[in-house]
């Protein structure tokens, strides 16, 4: 799954950098998992789908309810709340709601280029006109309201992003370009520094990392008794695997940041542990920089071979 998200991220990137973009619609769902219809995904699904055990087995899954306080109720609408199979029903129907519909409205009504990435119920589209963009955000909420469907109001913004962006805006006396989120990254408009050219930058958001550090901190809280050792290898792991997510150029401000934080919080943790005194920062530091590896940028960003096999 992560290797998945890393390609919409890269395709996203790229389809940016290389394709004639000046808009980006970031366009959300609202409760796309509770609103989605039950009638219409079991039509979606039977397209490919012949066996009717097999649909019968997805349509007991769309029912199992939800079991709150111990009461059962029973659902009309929507997937069942952490189930595994979830994720991949709304996937089938939004390759029939959204993916189809798009591609055909990329290659048949739009006037100029057109990027569209989606994961899961996350999309963003890049636009070359500003006309296209605002003709595709208004037959989407018309597409999306057939299926029962709705835009989030407060979540669906088209701004102006791309290569001429920062440009136009000051021109225009509008400041900087404004950023979007998608899968975890902060984008935003920045210039490679030996060149100058165009390039997207992406930071980690600052939602997932508060996220992941306060589940970093009530771990270590349960394992404060534990050998320093055993925390020392554990808490490597976490960071190990968050670099390998994260450490994308643009970003290694974001990841020592995170660094020190959760120095940080292990530093607190063997503090309070210990029954003498404070123990001091410089004591801590060869075991902390033992266990936790400096950032350092382990995805470069995509080539153009990339673009070459991943068309949009």
């Known amino acids: ?3 998945l998200i890393r390609v919409s991220l890269d395709a996203l990137t790229v389809g940016i950098q290389r394709k004639k973009v000046n808009w980006v619609l970031d366009a959300d769902i609202r409760g796309f998992f509770d609103t989605m219809s039950h009638e219409w995904t079991m039509k979606f699904i039977e397209h490919r789908v012949a066996d009717r055990r097999i649909l019968h087995l997805i349509q007991k899954w769309l029912k199992a309810g939800i079991s709150e306080d111990g009461q059962w109720s029973e659902t009309k609408l929507g ?3 952490g189930a595994v ?3 991949l029903i709304a996937n089938v129907s939004l390759h029939y709601v959204f993916d189809l519909w798009a591609e055909v409205w990329r290659k048949k009504v739009a006037k100029g ?3 569209v990435v989606r ?11 500003r006309m296209d963009a605002e003709r595709f955000l208004r037959e989407f909420r018309e597409r999306l309201a057939k299926f029962g469907l709705e835009l989030h ?3 669906t913004r088209l701004i102006e992003f791309g290569r001429f962006a920062a440009r136009d805006r000051k021109q225009h006396g509008e400041g900087k370009p404004e950023t979007f989120t998608f899968l975890g990254f902060t984008h935003y408009c920045g210039q490679r520094i030996h060149d100058g050219a165009f390039i997207v930058w992406r930071l980690t958001a600052k939602k997932r990392m508060v996220a992941k550090l306060k589940v970093i901190k009530a771990e270590l809280q349960h394992l404060k008794h534990h050998r320093t050792a055993e925390v020392g290898a554990w808490l490597r792991r976490v960071v190990l695997g968050y670099y390998q997510y994260h450490a994308v150029p643009g970003n290694s401000t974001q990841l020592r940041i995170f660094r020190g934080r959760v120095c940080w919080l292990w530093r607190s943790v063997l503090v309070r542990r ?5 123990v001091r920062w410089l004591r801590l530091a060869p075991v902390l920089n033992r266990w936790l590896p400096q950032p350092r940028i382990l995805r470069p960003y995509p080539d153009a071979r990339f673009a070459a096999t991943h068309p949009w």
């Not at 994961?119 to 006109?129: E, L, P, S, T």
């Open 85 to 87: 199979v979830s994720p």
């Open 274 to 278: 210990s029954q003498r005194a404070r």
């Open 79 to 81: 997937t069942p709340q």
């Open 119 to 129: 994961y899961a119920d996350d999309r963003v589209m890049g636009f070359q006109h």
């Open 153 to 155: 109001p407060d979540k």
């Open 113 to 115: 280029d057109v990027v």
């Open 1 to 3: 799954m992560e290797s």
